[in-house]
């Protein structure tokens, strides 16, 4: 049985220079028994549960990030840290609503493998392999879209065929070096790379189980044409231009990259 809902406590320092800038999220019963025994004794700090903190901050050329870093007392003396979360914002900074310190407050007392012992400390982002794990991400998502399209139900023709008999689902994706199919690939091409996904050529050919000189050739098409931007020396990777964008709608590039993602197109 889950445990009930915290009603989560929101609070910042008004005092502190740093005001908006960062804050504290607890569990409304300890904000309440701290404070009483704060009153009482002046000395004790209280035990305060799980307490989760959010720090602003801008990294150079990167931008504003929001750091979330979340607490558990152990006791009134002695407090471990657990999680460490970086969330990349805007030009400006949103502030922490209720729902949503709501939910990582839940999210804190329902999870049961927090360690028994031991906690985060500032070596450990030395020694943590942050690039493997963001290519594992992106690996994963890739594996789960592949396998998607490996099911008969989700697989599609690129290039319509129109004639074929209703009801007949072809479990091959056919590709020709027409522009219609050229464009269909350097959007796909264009996608892969602004997610930062390594060796994008490499992981759509594996998609779309096409060789490689098939998505070359339609890359080569599309930069000969001006839709797709030229890619960075020794970077993989490239952007549609406003002309290829134009082609790609009009001849119905959204609807059939659709069919071969078997997915609806962000916006």
């Known amino acids: 049985m889950a445990p009930k809902r915290p ?14 800038q960062n804050g504290l999220i607890l569990d409304e019963k300890w904000a309440k028994s701290a404070t009483e025994q704060s009153q009482a004794e002046p ?3 209280g035990y305060l549960g799980h307490v989760i903190t959010w720090h602003d901050v801008k990294v150079g050329d990167q931008g504003n990030f929001r750091v979330f870093v979340h607490s558990l007392s152990r006791s009134s003396k002695r407090r471990d840290f657990f999680s460490f979360e970086v969330q990349r914002h805007g030009r400006i900074h ?4 209720q729902e949503e310190a ?8 329902v999870a049961t493998n927090w360690a028994g012992e031991g906690q985060i400390k500032s070596s450990l982002f030395r020694e943590l392999p942050s690039g493997q794990v963001l290519e594992e ?9 592949k396998g998607v399209l490996s099911l008969p139900s989700n697989v599609a023709l690129l290039s319509d065929q129109r004639d074929r008999p209703k009801g007949v689902r072809r479990e091959t994706i056919a590709f020709s070096s027409s522009q219609k199919d050229a464009i ?12 930062g996904t390594t060796r994008v050529a490499k992981r759509i050919c594996e998609e ?6 098939i998505l070359y050739t339609a890359v080569r098409i599309a930069r ?24 790609f709608v009009k001849h119905d590039g959204p609807s059939r990259l659709e069919k071969i993602l078997g997915r609806k197109l962000g916006k």
């Open 7 to 20: 009603i989560a406590v929101i609070w910042t320092d008004e005092s502190s220079k740093a005001k908006g």
């Open 43 to 45: 000395d004790e700090s």
């Open 94 to 97: 949103q502030p922490v609503e």
């Open 102 to 109: 709501d939910a990582r407050l839940y999210l804190a007392t």
């Open 137 to 145: 991400h992106t690996r994963q998502i890739d594996a789960f879209i």
């Open 184 to 195: 269909v690939l350097a959007k796909l091409y264009a996608i892969r790379s602004e997610t």
């Open 208 to 213: 779309l189980n096409i060789e490689s000189s």
């Open 224 to 247: 000969s044409k001006g839709w797709l931007t030229e890619g960075t020396k020794g970077v993989a990777g490239a952007r549609m231009t406003e002309e290829g964008e134009a082609f």
